[in-house]
């Protein structure tokens, strides 16, 4: 029960129940491509070593390639596989025409370099968007294959019904696979976008005069609930596990609610979408490959 006493609370951003929708019509669209084309779209996932938080990922990535109609091919290679061998596996499945999408798994262990490897993917398959070429495609406003989770924000952000246009976006955080893709996709929808990162100074500042924050610094409870302006929408990228073993994220969601307009909730926002995402991204690059 929210209390009466708070001047307002946040809508949630409902990452669960929007992922669900659209893997409802991902399956669709699935289900109708594999009967024209005798052929279901495929993903192969391969992860390098046994850290036990990146296997659950690839489990539940499994798990949404099979109930959306998605055949999932899966690689488990041990923690000393070579950066050759793992190169060699690369170049059979971009050579392999049942599988439309790759995904290595991230972070590969040290003696791995994961720049060579994210492009040694074919770019047509490169269902994480990680690829220079993809991330080149966004940069000069012409998307190909999109990095999910801000490809997956976006779809969030849609749901609200607002404006995007000239939109205060402040970004927490300038990673690869997060902060820079984001720009990105808030720079083509029209949105002033604003960047933060580790050399950044008073992100509070930043932070109050954003209409819109993007979270993805990997802080647990970086940003105060206090600094956001009344009715701002926050996206949290964010994931950290608490001691009793629940998840949250880089904002105080509790304190930041009081403020913001739309909030995502940590599980059941962001990370939902992500999969949502992969999966989009495989039909996608399905229909490439067989021409549809
Ligand atoms: N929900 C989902 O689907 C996903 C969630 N995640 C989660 O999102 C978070 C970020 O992931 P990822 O991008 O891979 O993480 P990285 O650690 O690769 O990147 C974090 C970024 O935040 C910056 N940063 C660190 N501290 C601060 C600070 N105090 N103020 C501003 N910026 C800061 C870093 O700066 P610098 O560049 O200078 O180092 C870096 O650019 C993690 O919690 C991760 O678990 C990640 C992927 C998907
Ligand atoms: N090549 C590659 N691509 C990735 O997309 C990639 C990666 N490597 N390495 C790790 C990060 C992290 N990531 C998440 C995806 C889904 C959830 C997700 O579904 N989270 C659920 C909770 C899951 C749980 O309960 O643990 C939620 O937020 O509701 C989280 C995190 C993808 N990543
Ligand atoms: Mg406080």
């Not at 993903?43 to 959306?68: Q, R, T």
């Amino acid at each position: 029960m929210r209390s009466h006493m708070n001047s307002s609370t946040a809508k949630i951003l409902d990452g669960k129940a929007l992922a669900a929708r659209m893997r409802e019509e991902i399956r669709l669209e699935a289900d109708q491509l594999a009967s024209k084309h005798g052929r279901k779209p495929g993903l192969a996932v391969i992860i390098v070593g046994n850290d036990p938080a990146s296997h659950v990922y690839v489990k539940n990535k499994k798990i949404g390639c099979e109930k959306a109609g998605i055949h999932s091919f899966s690689h488990e290679l041990s923690a000393d596989t070579s950066q050759q061998h793992l190169l060699g596996l690369i170049t059979e499945l971009n050579n392999d025409p049942k599988v439309d999408g790759i995904l290595v798994q991230l972070p590969v262990p040290d003696h791995i370099n994961s720049e060579v490897i994210l492009e040694a993917i074919d770019p047509g398959k490169d269902v994480d968007g990680f690829h220079p070429y993809n991330v080149g495609r966004l940069a000069s406003r012409k998307p190909a294959l999109r990095s999910c989770t801000p490809y997956g924000c976006m779809k969030l952000l849609e749901e609200t019904g607002i404006d995007l246009h000239g939109k205060e976006c402040v970004i927490v955080g300038a990673s690869n696979i997060v902060g820079r893709p984001m720009a990105l996709e808030l720079l083509l929808v029209g949105a002033t976008v604003t960047v933060t990162h580790r050399f950044s100074k008073n992100l509070r500042s930043h932070i109050e005069r954003a209409e819109i924050i993007i979270a993805a610094a990997g802080k647990q409870g970086l940003i105060q609930g206090e600094w956001i302006k009344p009715g701002a929408i926050v996206v949290d990228v964010g994931i950290h596990r608490r001691e009793d073993g629940s998840l949250t994220g880089d904002v105080e969601f509790e304190e930041a609610s009081k403020n913001a307009g739309w909030i995502t909730p940590v599980p059941g926002g962001v990370g939902p979408m992500t999969i949502t995402m992969l999966l989009a991204n495989t039909v996608q690059a399905f229909k490439t490959h067989v021409g549809d």
